[in-house]
């Protein structure tokens, strides 16, 4: 089997970390830069990557995620917040981003511009939220691939409170929405989850050729 594939069989969704280990500066960093260079629809990168470290943060934030223990377990929490809307001016920063780091004027992107707006402005809210929350889900499978491939563990988790992290994280107030979390860290010797076999369908139910 190749190694990557062994890695992604070594990964899986860890329920109890060894609080007593650390991810290190230099690993959380790599990871954190892997996030950054996911790939996003027109590159527009749609969401912020939050890192918590914080003690008292990440016990107001278990509570706010069914007592699950990964969150204060855990090396770092890390949430992936979506704009759950956007104007305009999202589309301007980021033209303006690439006139800058490519070094093009604004007539030379207008098309671009153009596209992105006609294409994004006029959804209706609830949808363009979905649509920058599918983005941030990139990012997350971005990292859970990247840190199998470092040998960190992680635990993509959905099950927690939105509303309360919003505010625990004062995310509404910047425009964004926690969307999913990735607890990061090394698994607890303990943890009988890691040899449970994988459930898959077979190749043949879920892979079609054509
Ligand atoms: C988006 C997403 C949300 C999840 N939420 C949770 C969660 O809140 N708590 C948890 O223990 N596992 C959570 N899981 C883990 C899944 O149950 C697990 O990935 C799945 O059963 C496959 O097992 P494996 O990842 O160990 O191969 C989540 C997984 C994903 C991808």
Known sequence: MSTILNKLNWRYATKNFDSSKQVSNEDLNTLLEA??????SYGLQPYEIYVIKNEEVRKELRKASYDQP??????YIIVLANKPTFDDSMIDDYIANIMK?????????????KTMKSTLL????AYKGAW???QAYIVLGNLMTIAAEMEID????EGFDKEQYNEILGLTDKG???????????RSSEDATQHYPKVRYPEE??????
């Open 35 to 40: 996030g950054r260079l996911t790939a996003s």
């Open 154 to 157: 992680t635990c993509p988790m």
């Open 205 to 210: 139910q879920i892979i079609t050729h054509i």
């Open 176 to 186: 964004l929405n926690a969307a999913v979390v990735l607890a990061v860290g090394y």
């Open 132 to 134: 920058t929350s599918n």
């Open 101 to 113: 780091v490519r070094g093009l004027s604004k007539e030379d992107l207008e098309g671009f511009s």
């Open 70 to 75: 990964q969150i204060t377990d855990a090396s």
């Open 122 to 125: 006029d959804l209706p809210d």
